[in-house]
């Protein structure tokens, strides 16, 4: 186990540059998804929150099948995965991971800042318990993801120049690795949805309503 802590953080320190701008586009990502909320019309407000408090409300007499919504979790993460894989392999297709990452960010915002906004304290641990716990897993793998092909991506243009030479099938097999070892985070990510948060959110739920 320390081993692996120990070259994800030996990664990070590689790449601590591409780290801080995708990090920096996530955040813009999550403010301006917040600051959307603001936008909203008081109607729209209003249907979304009386539809949240009539989900609240009837929780507890829903039949949440933890393991549909873990395979409908893994299967928008996979897809997620398979669009930014493909990207790197296109070279120039990388500015796709930065919008791909925009998106979570915009999500996660927008989420947590109506939640808040509309239920105050309340909306804050629901954030907190049912919304936070797998976006951390997603958020650290979706960004060493997009690292992880923003390097392929610049290291494949690097070697094209003469006094740079490097085995293409190294650098395919290198971001295959990568790319399969930090999509383990999603699929954490999926448990978490699929089996702790649904539990989480009907206690939640309990207090909310």
Same mark, same amino acid.
């Given at each position: @186990?320390?081993?692996?802590?120990?070259? !994800? #953080?030996?990664?990070?320190?590689?790449?601590?540059? $591409?780290? #801080? #701008? %995708?990090?920096?586009?996530?955040? !813009?990502? /999550?403010?301006?998804?917040?600051?959307?909320?603001? $936008?909203?019309?008081?109607?729209?407000?209003?249907?979304?929150?009386?539809?949240?408090?009539?989900?609240?409300?009837? +929780?507890?007499? @829903?039949?949440?099948?933890?393991?549909? #919504?873990?395979?409908?979790?893994?299967?928008?993460?996979?897809?997620?995965?398979?669009? !930014?894989?493909?990207?790197?392999?296109?070279?120039?297709?990388?500015?796709?991971? *930065?919008?791909?990452?925009?998106?979570?960010?915009?999500?996660?915002?927008?989420?947590?800042?109506?939640?808040?906004?509309?239920?105050?304290?309340?909306?804050? %641990?629901?954030?907190?318990?049912?919304?936070?716990?797998?976006? +951390?897993?997603?958020?650290?793998?979706?960004?060493? !993801?997009?690292?992880?092909?923003?390097? *392929?991506?610049?290291?494949?243009?690097?070697?094209?120049?003469?006094?740079?030479?490097?085995?293409?099938?190294?650098?395919?097999?290198?971001?295959?690795?990568? *790319?399969?070892?930090?999509?383990?985070?999603?699929?954490? &990510?999926?448990?978490?949805?699929?089996?702790?948060?649904?539990?989480?959110?009907? /206690?939640? &739920?309990?207090?909310?309503?």
């Amino acid at each position: @186990m320390r081993y692996f802590i120990d070259v !994800i #953080i030996e990664y990070i320190k590689k790449n601590i540059g $591409l780290y #801080i #701008i %995708l990090l920096l586009i996530l955040v !813009i990502g /999550i403010l301006s998804g917040s600051l959307t909320v603001n $936008l909203l019309s008081a109607l729209q407000k209003e249907e979304l929150t009386k539809y949240l408090n009539m989900f609240f409300i009837n +929780i507890n007499n @829903m039949d949440l099948d933890s393991t549909n #919504i873990f395979y409908s979790s893994l299967s928008n993460n996979l897809k997620t995965l398979l669009i !930014i894989f493909l990207s790197g392999l296109l070279i120039f297709g990388f500015p796709i991971v *930065f919008i791909i990452i925009f998106l979570r960010g915009f999500m996660l915002g927008f989420t947590t800042g109506y939640f808040i906004s509309e239920f105050g304290t309340k909306g804050v %641990l629901l954030s907190i318990f049912a919304i936070v716990p797998q976006n +951390i897993l997603i958020i650290t793998g979706i960004l060493s !993801i997009g690292v992880t092909t923003l390097y *392929f991506d610049f290291t494949v243009l690097k070697s094209k120049r003469k006094y740079y030479r490097e085995s293409y099938g190294n650098l395919i097999l290198g971001y295959l690795f990568s *790319f399969l070892f930090f999509s383990l985070f999603l699929l954490f &990510a999926s448990l978490i949805e699929g089996y702790i948060s649904p539990f989480l959110i009907r /206690i939640i &739920a309990n207090y909310i309503s």
